[in-house]
T-cell receptor, first 113, second 112 residues
């Protein structure tokens, strides 16, 4: 069965500093990978997705993620964090054979002034 | 824009009550999902539906049932609410196959 692990529950970063959120997945075949963001009191918004092709994908709000098959990882990065990036971030995977979207436990990002 | 609408943002129910959470999407999506969100546990799939009247159990279906009589509407039913079902419930929809899921704003349910 597919699964997703986000090892960091909380991350605190200073405004203007870089951010990297880790995501590891477990799935035998080619996964389809997503990163979502949830701002306080809001639903989830898609940041970016990886289906195939270039392993470095660009998303909205200046985020990017890199798919590394050898490490079963899909880490999210942003070069310079803004205070508005404080939110919870979720990595998710869909198995190629079905529709089921499986989420990781989430990483809450706090941004210090 | 895709819109997924959940009928209530906040709900308070008593233990033992039958609870209905409603979700409507306006983009003719085949797939619809119900997730439960708890701190530290992320989103856990309760049920999903890939077509009208079709449903599949997710990871935590116990204590829940669903209904999909029309393509745009997916209902989550708590047959007899219990305090351990106090949580945030999120509905989502997507096109058939592998595609982006769109989420509603969530329903925060408190069972007292």
């Amino acid at each position: 069965a597919q699964s997703v692990t986000q090892p960091d529950i909380h991350i605190t970063v200073s405004e203007g500093a870089s951010l990297e959120l880790r995501c590891n997945y477990s799935y035998g075949a080619t996964p389809y990978l997503f990163w979502y963001v949830q701002s306080p009191g809001q639903g989830l918004q898609l940041l970016l997705k990886y289906f195939s092709g270039d392993t470095l994908v660009q998303g909205i709000k200046g985020f990017e993620a890199e798919f590394k098959r050898s490490q079963s990882s899909f880490n999210l990065r942003k070069p310079s964090v803004h205070w508005s990036d404080a939110a919870e971030y979720f990595c998710a995977v869909v198995a190629s054979a079905g529709n089921k979207l499986t989420f990781g436990g989430g990483t809450r990002v706090l941004v210090k002034p | 824009d895709v819109k997924v609408t959940q009928s209530s943002r906040y709900l308070v129910k008593r233990t033992g009550e039958k609870v209905f959470l409603e979700c409507v999407q306006d983009m003719d999506h085949e797939n619809m999902f119900w997730y439960r969100q708890d701190p530290g546990l992320g989103l856990r799939l309760i049920y999903f539906s890939y077509d009208v009247k079709m449903k599949e159990k997710g990871d935590i279906p116990e204590g829940y049932s669903v209904s999909r009589e029309k393509k745009e509407r997916f209902s989550l039913i708590l047959e007899s609410a219990s305090t351990n079902q106090t949580s945030m419930y999120l509905c989502a929809s997507s096109l058939r196959g592998v595609s982006e899921a769109f989420f509603g704003q969530g329903t925060r349910l408190t069972v007292v």
